[in-house]
């Protein structure tokens, strides 16, 4: 199985930038597609896709959210960070099966 | 407007069987592959298994293969999850989700299992 490994938390001001990682075990690439996705939760709701395939921006995310990596490799930045982003992040890998990092809060300094 | 509803959660003992439904509409059901993934209290979020768009393949994590089965009805645009020898380490939050290049696109908003005796 392919491990996604995340930080457990990252504390940032808001207006300030935000980087969250996620690392595999292997590569998530295949040919041009890198076949990580990352999602967004905040308690008691369901998750919600924010990039997908590394670097699309999903429908209706904010132009503050972006994502960058290819191999094993993978980030998430927010740009400047608001009030609402703060959540839980995860990131999830296609390439083989499915499976989820174990997510970053996302906290205030 | 694209809505997944679950249902079909509760308290059930160990052992015990439990069967969810996930009533889809605002997309044309039968076109897409479709996903459980759960969520353990506290935790982190837990792909579950996948059905292609005509059922024909379906995959499983380890740890449900032989207990779950993941099914769908194109003609009433409902998916299913059959769970049988359910174990405590199954209690869970459960979404059904609908995968769009690889990341799910969209999620329902959960139906709770708990197996406890």
């Given at each position: 199985d392919i491990v996604l490994t995340q930080s457990p938390a990252l504390a940032v001001s808001l207006g300030q930038r935000a980087t969250i990682s996620c690392r595999a075990s292997q590569s998530v690439s295949i040919s041009r597609y890198n076949l990580m996705h990352w999602y967004q939760q905040k308690p008691g709701q369901q998750p919600k896709l924010l990039i997908y395939r590394a670097s699309n921006l999903a429908s209706g995310i904010p132009a503050r959210f972006s994502g960058s990596g290819s191999g094993t490799d993978f980030t998430l930045t927010i740009n400047p960070v608001q009030a609402d982003d703060i959540a839980t992040y995860y990131c999830q890998q296609s390439r083989e099966s499915n499976t989820f990092g174990a997510g970053t809060k996302l906290e205030l300094k | 407007e694209v809505q997944l509803v679950e249902s079909g959660g509760g308290l059930v003992q160990p052992g015990r069987s439990l069967k969810l439904s996930c009533a889809a509409s605002g997309f044309t059901?039968?076109?897409?592959?479709?996903?459980?993934?759960?969520?353990?209290?506290?935790?982190?979020?837990e792909w579950v298994a996948s059905i292609s768009t005509g059922g024909g393949n379906t995959y499983y994590r380890d740890s449900v293969k032989g207990r779950f089965t993941i099914s769908r009805d194109n003609a009433k645009s409902t998916l299913y999850l059959q769970m049988d020898s359910l174990r405590s380490e199954d209690t869970a939050t459960y979404y059904c989700a609908s995968p769009h290049y690889g990341g799910f696109a969209y999620w329902g908003q959960g139906t709770l299992v708990t197996v406890s005796s």
């Open positions: - | 059901f039968s076109n897409y592959d479709m996903a459980w993934v759960r969520q353990a209290p506290t935790k982190g979020l």
